[in-house]
């Protein structure tokens, strides 16, 4: 199956503070997205992203498909910001996990 | 937007007892649904793929005997713990994607159950 990778693995970010998440992946893949998961578990989808530049308010994700990679951009960030994010990707349906981002987000 | 809804959000259960989770597509039709297993601290595991009308699909290392599915229509699939164990303690989410089109669409996740087996 396709190989998520997922960098870096923890980041702590001053409140203001801009970041760039990053998500590898083995082969090409008809889906792709990234969820932010809150402290109760919760996936909340930010963006469908197999490719292209998407922004939804502080945050933007691009997907360089023929690279096999996606970035999430975090502008701005608020103590709300906090939490795990995971990029998913998939080529026949079957969408695998990175090992997330775990981002804390200081006052 | 598309819904999925999963219930329960959480069960506690004494070892040895069976435990049902349901996951529904409330505004869409699913042909396909996912199941996933997350421990703490980790990722979410793909477990088997839920398939309207026929068998779920496995995957490697996951004991079908031991989590049955059933998706008996297109709105509605089931997981079932049988005979749980404490190691079964985790956290369950389904996903579900609207039948048309098909891979090219996201997924949607339920808010997950959260199961602990004392």
């Known amino acids: 199956g396709i190989q998520v990778e997922q960098s870096p693995p923890d980041l702590i970010l001053q409140e203001g503070a801009n970041s760039t998440l990053r998500c590898n992946f083995s082969?090409?893949?008809?889906?792709l997205q990234w969820f932010h998961q809150n402290p109760w578990g919760q996936l909340i989808n930010l963006f469908y992203i197999p490719s292209g530049t998407k922004q939804n308010g502080r945050l933007s994700a691009t997907t360089v498909a023929t690279e096999r990679y996606s970035l999430l951009y975090i502008s701005s960030s608020q103590t709300t910001d906090s939490g795990v994010y995971f990029c998913g990707t998939d080529s026949w349906g079957k969408l695998q996990f990175g090992a997330g981002t775990q981002v804390v987000v200081t006052p | 937007g598309a819904v999925v809804s999963q219930h329960p959000s959480w069960v506690i259960c004494k070892s040895g007892t069976s435990v049902k989770i349901e996951c529904r597509s409330l505004?869409?039709?699913?042909?396909?649904m996912f199941w996933y297993r997350q421990f703490p601290k980790q990722s979410l595991m793909l477990m088997a793929t839920s398939n309207e009308g026929s068998k779920a699909t496995y995957e490697q290392g996951v004991e079908k005997d031991k989590f049955l599915i059933n998706h008996a229509s297109l709105t509605l699939s089931t997981l079932t713990v049988t005979s749980a164990h404490p190691e079964d303690s985790s956290f369950y989410i389904c996903?579900?994607?609207?039948?048309?089109?098909?891979?090219?669409?996201?997924?949607?996740f339920g808010n997950g159950t959260r199961l602990t087996v004392t």
């Open positions: 505004d869409f039709q699913a042909t396909t």
């Open positions: 996903s579900a994607r609207d039948s048309t089109p098909s891979y090219n669409s996201p997924l949607h």
């Open positions: 082969d090409s893949v008809n889906n």
